[in-house]
Every structure is written in structure tokens, then in C-alpha cells.
């Protein structure tokens, strides 16, 4: 064979894997993104323009407090893709609450987490809840006790900062991290709790903001197996009245979802 024919040959080859290269990732691009396989326990991206996902197998579903609380897929802001949904509160005298919330047998360790977008900075005057891992109560399904509250609280600066509450009297307001770590505002940042509630003294709530650790508490839970994860806003006398938060891909895993995965 002549060094013509071979290079003829070899360029060919490289052109026909060049093409089947770009078509893998035109097929890469037009599939789902769901890069976690079986560590994804469930999500909700809101492509459909709906609450779907959250109601999905009657596990979940939304909730607002009339007249002052509203619940909205929107288009306003998207962490991915086109929707997102729009959690608005105007409480004043005593805290009203708006959320998304889905249930299920979760494994005794898993991950919980979504992505938030304030488009402005608020003033806190109590707890501002955004997150929450809750348990039926014993014996009373129908019954959602309080756990664990993510919040945002505002700093003498002006700054939000996550705060962790556990309900339970024991424990209550978890310590500040020093520094406090402070959420962006007009820009989507992610909330990630690690949530293992095994039998006996070894519960943990771990709690990160993107790919930062903020909380990691060791305390018992023992709870019955049935977990209750909210994203939510519930709240009073912010200021300005008229909160706004944005969520996005939210989902549980049973690892972390990191910047880079794909949801």
C-alpha cells in the first residue's frame, strides 16, 4: 500500500470518529440529565411547567397560606433549563408559610438539597425558613411534627447567613460557623443537608452552602423511617413585606450533588 493510501486511510479514520464523537454529544445533549444513576432517589427540575415531580405517586405537593402567600412556576429565573418555582410571602403580624413538599421511605442516610435564587437582599425579623426535614408523628401519620429548620437570618451587616433549628429541646439553635458564610444575593447557590437518622446515638445532619461545609451535628434522631423534606417559605415581618425565593433541582440522593453533577 502506497504512503498515500495510508494516509488517506488514517485521515478518514480520524474524521469518522470525529463524527461519531459529535453525534454522541448531540445524543449526550438531547437526553435527560440525570448523571447520578441509581444514587438519585427522586427530583424535580419543573421542565414540564408544572409541580409534577412533587406530586409524583401522591408523595408530595404544594401548600400556601391565603391570602398572603403564593406558590408559581416561573420563568422569571432557572437554575436549569427554563422553570423554576417562584415562592412569594407577604406575612406581617405572624409567620405564613408557602412550600413544596414530597415524602417517602428515605434510606436512614441520604442527601437533600436544592438551589435557591433571592433576587434581592431582605432584613430578618424572626426565623426565615427555607428547608425542612420533618417526621410524622408516632402512631398519627397525618401528623407532620417539626425537626430540622434551615433559615436565613440576617447579620448586624446586613448579610443572610443559614442557620440551623432543631426543634427538639434539647438542642434548638445550632452555633453560628465563625466566620459566618454569608449567601449570594442575585445569584443561585445550592443547600445540601445530609440527614442519617440510624437507630441509636449516631444521627447526623450535615449541612453545606454549594461545595462548603457549614453544619455537621452528631445527635440521635431514631426516627420510624418515613422523612418529610420541604423547601418552603415561611416567615413574617421581612423587610422589604414581599419576599420572593426561586428553587430549582431539587433532589435526594444518596450522594452528594455536587456544582458539576447533572441533575
Known amino acids: 500500500m502506497t504512503d498515500a493510501r495510508v494516509g488517506h486511510r488514517l485521515i478518514s479514520r480520524a474524521v469518522r470518529r470525529l463524527v461519531l464523537l459529535w453525534l454522541l454529544a448531540i445524543v449526550a445533549g438531547c437526553a435527560p440529565r440525570l448523571e447520578l444513576g441509581s444514587d438519585l432517589l427522586w427530583s424535580a427540575r419543573h421542565e414540564g411547567g408544572d409541580l409534577g415531580e412533587w406530586s409524583a ?17 416561573s420563568t422569571d429565573y432557572a437554575h436549569s433549563g427554563r422553570y423554576s418555582v417562584k415562592l412569594a410571602n407577604a406575612a406581617v403580624s405572624s409567620a405564613e408559610e408557602v412550600r413544596l413538599w414530597r415524602t417517602d421511605q428515605y434510606p436512614e442516610a441520604a442527601f437533600y438539597s436544592a438551589w435557591f435564587y433571592l433576587p434581592r437582599a431582605y432584613q430578618t425579623a424572626n426565623d426565615w425558613t427555607i428547608m425542612q426535614l420533618r417526621n410524622p408523628v408516632p402512631g398519627d401519620p397525618s401528623t407532620i411534627s417539626l425537626l430540622m429548620d434551615v433559615d436565613l437570618r440576617s447579620l448586624p451587616s ?18 453560628t460557623p465563625d466566620p459566618a458564610v454569608s449567601i449570594p444575593i442575585g445569584r443561585w447557590f445550592q443547600v445540601q443537608a445530609y440527614f442519617d437518622y440510624s437507630p441509636g446515638g449516631d444521627g447526623r445532619f450535615a449541612l453545606w452552602l454549594g461545595d462548603q461545609l457549614l453544619y455537621d451535628l452528631r445527635r440521635p434522631f431514631n426516627l420510624p423511617g418515613t422523612v418529610y423534606f420541604s423547601v418552603c417559605n415561611v416567615g413574617s415581618a421581612l423587610s422589604p413585606t414581599d419576599s420572593a425565593i426561586y428553587v430549582d433541582d431539587a433532589a435526594v440522593s444518596l450522594t452528594r450533588v455536587g456544582d458539576d453533577a447533572q441533575l
Request: a negative charge; hydrophobic letters at 40%; proline letters at 3%.
Open 57 to 73: 405517586d401522591m408523595k408530595g405537593g404544594s401548600s400556601a397560606d391565603a391570602p398572603d402567600t403564593a406558590l408559581t412556576v
Open 158 to 175: 446586613g448579610d443572610l447567613i443559614l442557620s440551623v433549628y432543631d426543634h427538639r429541646a434539647d438542642y434548638l439553635r445550632a452555633a
